[in-house]
């Protein structure tokens, strides 16, 4: 198995730019979450997906952030423009929900560390 | 909503002895805690986790206990080894049935083991 794919690793742009952000979930599980990392805020929630369906997007942390799962195997993260504070290590994780009843561990992919200057 | 906190922020130990550490939590809906370790630069990835329908739990050298009247758990590893050196956070959220299960994680803690 593959594992949680993210892509790309590293991005480095510049304030007013748009980036995007990719997410590859394991196959076969049905729910895919967005964190962000930074020394200051620690590890947040930003979204996450029920079967392709987003569930709690309470995290985002303001317009500029929006985020897509057009289907069971792939998710997008995007910020349009970035700004300097964006600057993060970003993970997606992805789980499997049996029957709304049972979530089994989330694994979380490699990251992008994003860098706006 | 839940809030998660983790205790110590920075623990050092000396390789062979044991490390403890602390979290405690403020939703009593809470039914599930998992513990990750992050090496520097790299993903979180799980070592351990309890539901709440057990007080303990143990894998090897790690184990997990969980008092949910006090709503604290904590992590536990004997006998270390350099290669325990990572930040470890604690999580904790509700089940899939109550709605919202989101993951709340601790702030970690630094741990550190002197060879």
């Known amino acids: 198995d593959a594992g949680v794919i993210q892509s790309p690793r590293h991005e480095v742009t510049e304030m007013g730019q748009e980036v995007t952000l990719r997410c590859k979930p394991i196959s076969g599980h049905n729910s895919l979450f967005w964190y962000r990392q930074t020394m200051m805020r620690g590890l947040e929630l930003l979204i996450y997906f029920n079967n392709n369906v987003p569930i709690d997007d309470s995290g985002m942390p303001e317009d500029r952030f929006s985020a897509k799962m057009p289907n069971a195997s792939f998710s997008t993260l995007k910020i349009q423009p970035s700004e300097p504070r964006d600057s993060a290590v970003y993970f997606c994780?992805?789980?499997?929900?049996?029957?709304?009843?049972?979530?089994?561990?989330?694994?979380f992919g490699p990251g992008t560390r994003l860098t706006v200057l | 909503g839940e809030n998660v906190e983790q205790h110590p922020s920075t623990l050092s130990v000396q390789e062979g002895d044991s490390a403890v550490i602390k979290c405690t939590y403020s939703d009593s809906a809470s039914n599930y805690f998992p513990w990750y370790k992050q090496e520097l630069g790299k993903r979180p990835q799980l070592i351990i986790d309890i539901r709440s329908n057990v007080g303990e739990k143990k894998d090897q050298r790690i184990a997990v206990t969980l008092n949910k009247t006090a709503k604290h758990f904590s992590l536990h590893i004997t006998e270390t080894q350099p290669e325990d050196s990572a930040v470890y956070f604690c999580?904790?959220?509700?089940?899939?049935?109550?709605?919202?299960?989101?993951?709340?994680f601790g702030t970690g803690t630094r741990l550190t083991i002197i060879p």
């Open positions: 999580a904790a959220s509700r089940g899939p049935n109550f709605g919202n299960e989101k993951l709340t």
């Open positions: 994780a992805s789980s499997l929900l049996l029957d709304y009843v049972f979530r089994d561990t989330q694994y």
